[in-house]
């Protein structure tokens, strides 16, 4: 089983940058495709981007497509998130996870097995 940390939220500014980061132990990500979802108050847990195993595909949320950047770094268990153009409508607890699904880009919620306990992104106006 692999256990996932997240952390590097905080409270920015508008149009400010945030680097998240996800950490892994237990096993190897490699195995797995990684994504970032968030949940804003009152709403449902979406998708921001994911990655695929090797990290030569990714898929990005529209609402996020030039601003944030996904990377992984296998041998450092690591996974990245690069937010850039900060708006206040990006606040929300952001969630790593990991999924061992076949498919080389996951898309659903639900074949995500492993998640992190969130980090707070808190974008003020």
């Known amino acids: 089983q692999v256990h996932l940390v997240e952390s590097g939220g905080g409270l920015v500014q508008a149009g400010g940058s945030l680097r998240l980061s996800c950490i892994a132990s237990g096993r190897t990500i490699s195995i797995y495709a990684m994504g970032w979802f968030r949940q804003a108050p009152g709403k449902e847990r979406e998708i921001v981007t994911v990655i695929s195993r090797s990290g030569s595909t990714t898929y990005y949320a529209d609402s996020v497509k030039g601003r944030f950047t996904i990377s992984r770094d296998n041998a450092k268990n690591t996974v990245y998130l690069q937010m850039n153009s900060l708006k206040p409508e990006d606040t929300a607890v952001y969630y790593c996870?990991?999924?061992?699904?076949?498919?080389?880009?996951?898309?659903?919620?639900?074949?995500?097995?492993?998640w992190g306990q969130g980090t707070q992104v808190t974008v003020s106006s």
């Open positions: 996870a990991a999924s061992p699904s076949t498919s080389v880009v996951v898309l659903k919620t639900n074949e995500y097995n492993y």
